[in-house]
């Protein structure tokens, strides 16, 4: 059962990251302040959920819930700064998107930098622990789906409908057969054992 609330602080928000192993796209984040009474049983780490009950839940938590904000950081900006640095700053811009300001941050993993004067805690597996962390982590998830299914009509070869991105063996394999796009990150290791590949 996850918990609504970390600290004492009225407005809590959590945040939370999807596709920061990803070879293509951006690294997209979340922030996301609950109701003092929201609840729901359905919702948990978005890793533990299929597509369906993560479409499910996104509506719900839009609706109910005090503010969201939801940030893309692109590939270039992601090889020019690292992909850390990347997911912090995406997890700053979804922040800067609530209405009101959360007077306290709660971050999944243990890395984040001071985001204003605002107190935060980063929190290991904390979108299984809080429920604003979850909440976080499933528009993230959605959200970063949905952009990267829009960008598969325009290179169809490398599947990103069905992979999102990730580095699987269907997506490496399009890699090394068709080399890269504009969307694909070219600080990754995108072909295991370095294999060449011609930026």
Known sequence: MLIL??????????????GRGC???????????LKEDFTNTLLNDSKQLTE?????LKPIIETDSLSFGVAHV????????????ASILAMHKSISQLNPAPEFIIV????????????????????AKYMSIAAASVLAKTYRDHYMTQIHDEFPMYNWKQ?????????????????ITKYHRKSFRL?????????
């Not at 070879?23 to 302040?33: F, H, N, Q, S």
């Not at 999944?108 to 979108?127: L, M």
Request: aromatic share 10%.
């Open 5 to 18: 609330k970390h600290s004492y602080f009225n407005l809590e928000c959590g945040t939370d990251e999807a």
């Open 23 to 33: 070879l293509a796209g951006p690294v997209t984040a979340a922030a996301v302040i």
């Open 52 to 56: 369906t009950k993560r479409e499910f």
């Open 74 to 85: 692109f590939q270039e900006e992601i090889d020019s700064i690292n992909i850390l640095n």
């Open 108 to 127: 999944d993993g243990n890395k984040f930098k001071p985001y204003k004067n605002i107190p935060f805690e980063t929190i290991i597996k904390g979108d």
């Open 163 to 179: 992979n999102k991105g990730y580095p699987t063996a269907e997506h490496r394999e399009a890699i090394k057969k068709y080399g």
């Open 191 to 199: 072909l295991p054992e370095q294999l060449k590949l011609s930026l």
